[in-house]
């Protein structure tokens, strides 16, 4: 049972599947479904469609030069049928299939490698543009919040004239992180 290539997405193509086109010169074009047939009907550059394999290894999604690629190459050369030799070919075939997927982890990983930071980066660029969207903070979140960037308070006693009274009244005075005083009136 020999399992072809689609022409246009490079799916396997099983026996009895698909569809296949022969061109008035002979040549023979497998498609594992009537989508891919009828792409390359219109003309369509598999390279440029998002859900070929063509686009994924033009794109640098897949690996494109391995050693283990060259092992699914066709090849037409008849061999005399030898138990032995089919052993160790399907040994080699498992064998070689391991290697092929320990690497496409590998290759995965090193692609995905800055993704999370560069991700966090966007997020905080977004809340940063679009604060005003966000649900406001309760009053307690809020004052923990500026407890924290607040290097410390001071008190100091002012007088303050009022129009009709002078009384003496408490401001409360922050030291700011970056330099400079914030002036917040206590109201008794």
């Known amino acids: ?20 086109f022969v061109r008035n010169d002979a040549r023979v074009f497998k498609f594992c479904r009537s989508k891919c047939h009828k792409n390359f009907k219109m003309k369509r550059n598999p390279r440029k469609l998002k859900w070929t394999k063509a686009f994924r290894k033009s794109a640098g999604k897949e690996m494109v030069v391995d050693s283990t690629l060259t ?5 037409n050369v008849p061999v005399r049928y030898n138990r ?3 052993a160790t070919t399907l040994k080699a075939m498992q ?4 290697i092929r997927a320990k690497r496409e982890r590998a290759f995965y ?5 800055g993704n999370k930071e560069r991700q966090k980066e966007a997020d905080r660029k977004l809340v940063a543009e679009n604060g005003h969207l ?3 903070e309760r009053a307690s979140e809020r004052m923990a919040a500026e407890e924290d960037t607040v290097e410390g308070l001071q008190e100091q006693t002012v007088e303050v004239p009022a129009k009709k009274e002078r009384k003496k009244q408490k401001v409360k ?5 970056g330099g400079g005083v914030e002036d917040q009136m206590d109201v008794d």
């Open 1 to 20: 049972m020999r399992i072809e290539t689609c022409y246009f997405c490079s799916q396997p193509c099983y026996p009895s599947k698909g569809i296949t």
């Open 71 to 75: 092992f699914a190459a066709r090849r």
């Open 84 to 86: 032995d030799l089919v």
């Open 95 to 98: 064998r070689v299939s391991e």
């Open 109 to 113: 990983k090193k692609r995905m490698a």
């Open 134 to 136: 966000l649900p406001r």
């Open 173 to 177: 005075q922050r030291l700011l992180v």
